[in-house]
Antibody, heavy 116, light 107 residues
Framework: QVQLQESGPGLVKPSETLSLTCTVS????????WSWIRQPPGKELEYIGY???????DYNPSLQSRVNISVDKAKNQFSLKLSSVSAVDTAVYYC??????????WGQGTLVTVSS | DIQMTQSPSSLSASVGDRVTITCRAS??????LNWYQQKPGKAPKLLIF???SLQSGVPSRFSGSGSGTDFTLTISSLQPEDFATYSC?????????FGPGTKVDFK
């Protein structure tokens, strides 16, 4: 059974960089697409981007100038960096398996609050 | 970006009811449409992919239909564990947008 777990700071200051890692267990990160999704409190889900195990990426154009997704196959992890954050980036951040297709396994989500 | 809309935004129903939720895309997405169920404080769960394919382990009371721009999720007989928010997502073209969700609660 594939399991995903997000980790990283729950509080980030405005203008700084949000950094999260997703650790995959129960399966290999190779040969799959991996995504980041976020959900601001009380709002709908928003696609951030995906990475293929080879390192190719796709980002939401609305975030493209600030986002970077990377993969560490040796650690079976992939990561999200979102720079120059502001209050509008406050959300529950989810990692999930899938990208150009359905998201079939999800992490439990982690709330990241942007505040000074 | 492809815009996804859902109707209704919320509905009240009873156990045993047949429930239908509609999702509409702003342009044709063929059948690149997925449905998710989300309960409060939990991650979304994939129910239906490719518009009508049931994800492994999902009860057969859930079904999906549609193609092009109009899609439907049907719960044939609502069960207590089905009270949740349901969202559609298109994976035809990036960014892979989600609908705003339909909340199903107790009548």
């Amino acid at each position: 059974q594939v399991q995903l777990q997000e980790s990283g700071p729950g509080l980030v200051k405005p203008s700084e960089t949000l950094s999260l890692t997703c650790t995959v267990s129960g399966g290999s990160i190779s040969g799959q697409y991996w995504s980041w999704i976020r959900q601001p409190p009380g709002k709908e889900l928003e696609y951030i981007g995906y990475i293929f195990h080879s390192g190719s990426t796709d980002y939401n154009p609305s975030l493209q100038s600030r986002v970077n997704i990377s993969v560490d196959k040796a650690k079976n992890q992939f990561s999200l960096k979102l720079s120059s954050v502001s209050a509008v980036d406050t959300a529950v951040y989810y990692c999930a398996r899938g990208g150009h297709g359905p998201l079939d396994y999800w992490g439990q989500g982690t709330l990241v609050t942007v505040s000074s | 970006d492809i815009q996804m809309t859902q109707s209704p935004s919320s509905l009240s129903a009873s156990v045993g009811d047949r429930v239908t939720i509609t999702c509409r895309a702003s342009q044709s997405i063929v059948d690149y449409l997925n449905w998710y169920q989300q309960k409060p404080g939990k991650a979304p769960k994939l129910l239906i992919f490719a518009a009508s394919s049931l994800q492994s382990g999902v009860p057969s009371r859930f079904s999906g239909s549609g193609s092009g721009t109009d899609f439907t999720l049907t719960i044939s007989s609502l069960q207590p564990e089905d009270f949740a928010t349901y969202s559609c997502q298109q994976t035809y073209s990036s960014p892979f947008t989600f609908g705003p969700g339909t909340k199903v609660d107790f009548k």
